[in-house]
């Protein structure tokens, strides 16, 4: 089992950057794929960028490839989210998430969720 929070989000202009971290309680956290997954108002939840157990394997959703990198220090239970040239679209409750499936889009394959932190984009 592990429990996660999220920190790091805040206001921001467009193009600037924030970085979100996901630190991890437990001892199991190197076993977990993690997820990033953002939420705006009125839409369900959508997959951002995801990172394996070792770090080795990462995939991000088009919209934020090139803009957004993800990574992990297993030995500090963290996960990260760098997030460059930031753009209004970008305005969500931003969740990471921990899960051991293979199906790392679908917010269903993970069994646990941090609380959120807002990130909020101005024009």
């Known amino acids: 089992q592990v429990q996660l929070v999220e920190s790091g989000g805040g206001l921001v202009q467009a193009g600037g950057s924030l970085r979100l971290s996901c630190t991890a309680s437990g001892r199991t956290f190197s076993i977990y794929t993690i997820g990033w997954f953002r939420q705006a108002p009125g839409n369900g939840r959508e997959f951002v960028a995801v990172i394996n157990t070792s770090g080795y394997f990462t995939d991000y959703a088009n919209s934020v490839k090139g803009r957004f990198t993800i990574s992990r220090d297993n030995a500090k239970n963290t996960v990260s989210l760098q997030m460059n040239n930031l753009q209004p679209e970008d305005t969500a409750v931003y969740y990471c998430?921990?899960?051991?499936?293979?199906?790392?889009?679908?917010?269903?394959?993970?069994?646990?969720w941090g609380q959120g932190t807002q990130v909020t984009v101005s024009s």
């Open positions: 998430a921990g899960g051991r499936s293979m199906t790392w889009v679908d917010p269903a394959a993970y069994g646990y």
